[in-house]
């Protein structure tokens, strides 16, 4: 009943497909790394209603950048106390909507806090600050650094917290995050010793530290997983040890997103054809980057498998998809099973950042989303029509 043949016969092709068994495993390693912490996950990653009400369900919290996302998370079931809204640049209207929501607000500068002052005053909020650190699998995605647009500088630190008191706010927390996809513990145990030394001044008046997410999957072979329990439980042993030396307790917060998702999920495609043009052989697919952009936007790997002749003879193939792109091309260069026209190919590992940011470029509808039940395939967002593109 599950078999990529069926699936597509049924849902259509493309098709995003979840496997619950696989998200299960990753919800219930997780919530054994983050014992005695508050870990929110970070809807930017997926977003589908279906999923979010199965992360709800295990008990984690819920991280939004937008209002929409807010309102997303509280329909699935997060409880609004464990809710939070990291914002960058956000309007007074936004501000306005996430503070009527009743959730709690993180900023990112001191300009954000005057708004937010206009907008809710009095209110109780998080500051994210820049530590200085940066880190992440391609550029586009480190979030901490002095290249980075996110967060108040640490010199300028005491200077927002002064500025939050004048504005009649009370900062309550403070954020940091380094980055996305990270595979390796040192930037996350490094960052979180900078916000440590930061947070000493108002130790007092703090109620939570945020270590934001960042932690990465491996896509490749070759790669070795994050020891999560390894970089959480450094983290507390750091924050413990700063908490004893200020005399204070506090609750200690983490985003994870892609290590909870990313794995669960796969794209499985239709060869439209096989073609050689100069010195390459192209093998066009009915997907593309408009379903799947990290390769285009990250030059992002994702492993591809041959599923309908999983024995034909390894060939070096580019696959591409069919938007009007010369950029649209899902791997460049990869040994594959030689593809052949009709031939499912499963693009593995975009549970994460899939279809949060698929598109209707060139106006082609996004796939459906199914999520796979030992008894069968549930189908948890329909295909896009035609007239839905067209609005």
Not at 283 to 298: F, I, K, Q
Request: proline share 4%.
């Amino acid at each position: 009943m599950n078999a990529p043949a069926e699936l597509l016969a049924r849902y259509g092709s493309p098709l995003y497909v979840y496997d619950a068994a696989v998200l299960d495993a990753a919800l219930a390693a997780a919530r054994t790394a983050f014992a005695g912490c508050s870990a929110r996950y970070a809807l930017k990653a997926n977003a589908n209603a279906v999923l979010l009400r199965r992360i709800a369900a295990t008990g984690f919290g819920a991280d939004a950048v937008s209002p929409l996302e807010v309102r997303a998370a509280l329909a699935a079931g997060f409880a609004r106390e464990a809710v939070s809204y990291t914002g960058h640049a956000s309007s007074r209207e936004e501000l306005a909507a996430v503070s009527h929501a009743g959730v709690e607000i993180t900023l990112d500068s001191i300009e954000g806090l005057r708004r937010l002052a206009d907008v809710a005053p009095g209110s109780a909020c998080g500051l994210r600050i820049n530590t200085g650190i940066g880190a992440g699998h391609h550029r586009n995605v480190v979030t901490g650094g002095a290249a980075s647009k996110f967060g108040v500088p640490l010199e300028d630190l005491a200077a927002a917290m002064t500025e939050a008191q004048r504005c009649g706010l009370r900062i309550i927390g403070l954020h940091q995050h380094v980055g996305s996809g990270i595979l390796t513990a040192q930037p996350l145990i490094d960052a979180a010793e900078m916000l440590l030394r930061a947070a000493t001044p108002w130790a007092q008046r703090l109620k939570w530290l945020d270590f934001g997410g960042g932690f990465g999957i491996p896509y490749r072979s070759e790669e070795a997983a994050l020891d999560l329990g390894a970089v959480v439980s450094g983290i507390r042993e750091r924050a413990a040890i700063w908490c004893k030396g200020n005399e204070t307790s506090l609750e200690l917060r983490f985003q994870p997103g892609r290590i909870l998702v990313g794995a669960c999920g796969t794209l499985l495609v239709r060869v439209i054809e096989v073609k050689s043009s100069l010195s390459a052989l192209w093998v066009a697919t009915d997907s593309g980057s408009h379903h799947l952009l990290r390769p285009m936007l990250y030059g992002a790997y994702h492993r591809i498998e041959n599923l309908s002749h999983p024995d034909a003879a390894p060939t070096l193939v580019n696959v591409t998809g069919v938007l009007c792109e010369s950029g649209d091309v899902l791997a460049h260069e990869r040994s594959l099973p030689l593809p052949r026209e009709g031939d499912i190919l499963a693009i593995r590992d975009v549970g994460a950042y899939g279809f949060a940011m698929a598109s209707t470029y060139n106006l082609r509808p996004r796939p459906a989303e199914v999520l796979l039940h030992a008894v069968g395939a549930e189908l948890i967002r329909p295909r896009e029509t035609d007239s839905s593109v067209l609005g």
